[in-house]
Antibody
Framework: EVQLLESGGGMVQPGGSLRLSCAVS????????MTWIRQAPGKGPEWVSA????????YYADSVKGRFTISRDSFENTLYLQMSGLRAEDTALYYC??????????WGQGTMVTVSS | QSALTQPASVSGSPGQSITISCTGT?????????VSWYRQLPGKAPTLVIY???NRPSGVSNRFSGSKSGNTASLTISGLQAEDEADYYC???????????FGTGTKVTVL
């Protein structure tokens, strides 16, 4: 069964850091690009970051560039998102997803990140 | 990169067809044939219903179809059913730093 399981969310103060993880199973992780997409409460999805299958190319939304870092571990079949300099506007449900060319064909259930003092 | 523009809501009676528009620019929808559509039920993650403008993933009903003209993409749901009630979002590959942009979302109501 294909499964993406996010973890690592929580509440953090403005300026703080958090690392999200996404454990992948049910498909060959090492041959797919992966992505993070977030959705603020009551809002639509917002693409955050993507990483190539080999991990050598990374891409970021302008809103997070310089603050977030995406990475992957093909031995552990895990995708990561290191977030620093967190702001109130980063509050959202963070989904990891499988990137299949230019679409996102498998999504996890998300992990909630709340940035508040 | 601004969000793609969708109508906030669209409604129809069972059996009817509805169309949701998604308007972008010449830097996203108008340039790339990489428009996808996602359906989201309350409290659930989005799921892919159309990719590359008009292709359906395996398992998605053929009542869902997609098209594109210029800077506007469209999702049509024919033979509307109660189970089609959901939020629908378009997404396009885009030029620039933010390489994917989502739409503002459309709530579909079956009357």
């Amino acid at each position: 069964e294909v499964q993406l399981l996010e973890s690592g969310g929580g509440m953090v103060q403005p300026g703080g850091s958090l690392r999200l993880s996404c454990a992948v199973s049910g498909f060959p992780f090492s041959i797919y690009a992966m992505t993070w997409i977030r959705q603020a409460p009551g809002k639509g999805p917002e693409w955050v970051s993507a990483i190539s299958a080999g991990g050598d190319r990374t891409y970021y939304a302008d809103s997070v560039k310089g603050r977030f870092t995406i990475s992957r571990d093909s031995f552990e079949n895990t995708l990561y998102l290191q977030m620093s300099g967190l702001r109130a506007e980063d509050t959202a449900l963070y989904y990891c997803g499988r990137k299949n060319y230019h679409n996102f064909d498998i999504w996890g259930q998300g992990t909630m990140v709340t940035v508040s003092s | 990169q601004s969000a793609l523009t969708q109508p906030a809501s669209v409604s129809g009676s069972p059996g009817q067809s509805i169309t949701i528009s998604c308007t972008g620019t010449s830097s996203d929808i108008g340039y790339y044939n990489s428009v996808s559509w996602y359906r989201q039920l309350p409290g659930k993650a989005p799921t892919l219903v159309i990719y590359d403008v008009s292709n359906r993933p395996s398992g998605v009903s053929n009542r869902f179809s997609g098209s594109k003209s210029g800077n506007t993409a469209s999702l049509t749901i024919s033979g509307l059913q109660a189970e089609d009630e959901a939020d629908y979002y378009c997404c396009s590959h885009a030029s620039g730093i933010t390489i994917y942009v989502f739409g503002t979302g459309t709530k579909v109501t079956v009357l």
